[in-house]
């Protein structure tokens, strides 16, 4: 019943869509901007696992609306109508009173879908996904929003994978046909299971940024954040993006980034934590960097090259390049 309760309405919202690589500060980002109270946050709706009903694979893929299914276009349009549930998710670490609420009333992200419903005073409508990467533009296409496509340099994104012990796999790209002719050409007569691990990984980061060039070339306003220049100097970074929404910038707000941000220069995350928010975010490159061997090294530098040149000044480097630099926070205005 209190999920056909709506005190909102999303269709005056002004909508946000924070997505990219996974590991490169999308839930930080969205968590910041959630910090205005206008703000009502959406949690990777199309993640197979925690996500709507209707989301089956992962990374869906759309170009235009028109040209998707009827059931997947229908997906994208109960999004914005806020017309959609969320899958119960339980976690190891949850206690048997967790395991029940969750179960009987609200699991995993539904407690924030709930909250937002909710919101009378909300203005704006954020989805936070990093699976949603790939359909940026079919949802542009039906509605205008901001989108921020954050970007973190393939080394430090591959170090903190295996930092985090995960095994991410490039199947989900390469056996959705149209999308790997796209942006994996590579992969399209290759047998995923004959890749390493590195590999896999390399080469989800590739896709990921080819759609960020797809969607320049496109004429998708996207604003491209990187992870490295963004760390190091968060508040000012933050301020500017603030001010090019109109969302209120407050104390608060500033004291919250510099607690999360600086951490007395800490850059390792605590052991066994997926997000560890109260670290020196200048310090992560080096840091996840460190988890890589050279042969790994070696092997994602060859195959993140095509987009690993052009953004960044050298392989090994977080320094961006010049076209880096002109391509980050651009499509925002300035502060002031």
């Known amino acids: 019943m209190l999920s ?9 919202h002004r909508w946000m869509m924070v997505t990219g690589a996974p590991r490169s500060g999308t839930s930080y980002f969205g968590d910041i901007l959630a910090l205005d109270p206008k703000v009502n946050s959406i949690i990777e709706p199309f993640n197979p696992d925690a996500g709507m009903p209707d989301v089956t694979q992962r990374y869906m893929y759309g170009v235009s609306p028109g040209t998707m299914s009827e059931l997947d276009r229908g997906t994208l349009e109960k999004l914005y109508k806020y017309d959609f549930k969320l899958k119960t998710v339980h976690s190891s670490r949850d206690k048997l009173a967790e395991k029940v609420f969750k179960t009987v009333l609200f699991g995993g992200n539904e407690l924030a879908l709930l909250k937002a419903r909710f919101n009378r005073g909300a203005e704006y409508s954020l989805i936070k996904d990093p699976i949603a990467v790939f359909l940026v533009e079919p949802l542009y296409r039906m509605r205008e929003l901001d989108c ?37 050409p590579e992969l399209v007569d290759v047998d995923p299971d004959t890749l390493s691990w590195t590999e896999h990984a390399a080469y989800i980061w590739l896709a990921i940024g080819r759609q960020l060039e797809h969607l320049k070339q496109a004429e998708i306003p996207i604003i491209p954040v990187f992870h490295e220049e963004i760390s190091a100097d968060p508040v000012a970074h933050y ?98």
């Open 239 to 336: 301020r500017r993006i603030y001010d090019h929404l109109g969302l209120e910038w407050t104390p608060k707000v500033s004291s919250r980034i510099t607690e999360t941000s600086t951490a007395s220069g800490k850059a390792g995350a605590q052991s066994g934590v997926v997000h560890d928010f109260f670290r020196d975010a200048s310090s992560i490159f080096d840091h996840s960097v460190a988890q890589l061997d050279p042969e790994q090294i070696d092997t994602i530098a060859r195959i993140t090259k095509p987009i690993l040149d052009t953004w960044y000044s050298s392989a090994d480097s977080a320094s961006l390049s010049d076209y880096g630099r002109d391509l980050h926070m651009s499509n925002i205005r300035a502060s002031g």
């Open 4 to 12: 056909k309760i709506m005190l909102t309405d999303p269709a005056k």
């Open 148 to 184: 921020f496509f954050l970007v973190r340099h393939p080394l430090s994104f591959v170090g903190s994978l295996k930092r985090l012990g995960w095994n991410f796999k490039v199947h989900p790209l390469s056996r959705n046909r149209d999308l790997c002719a796209m942006y994996l």
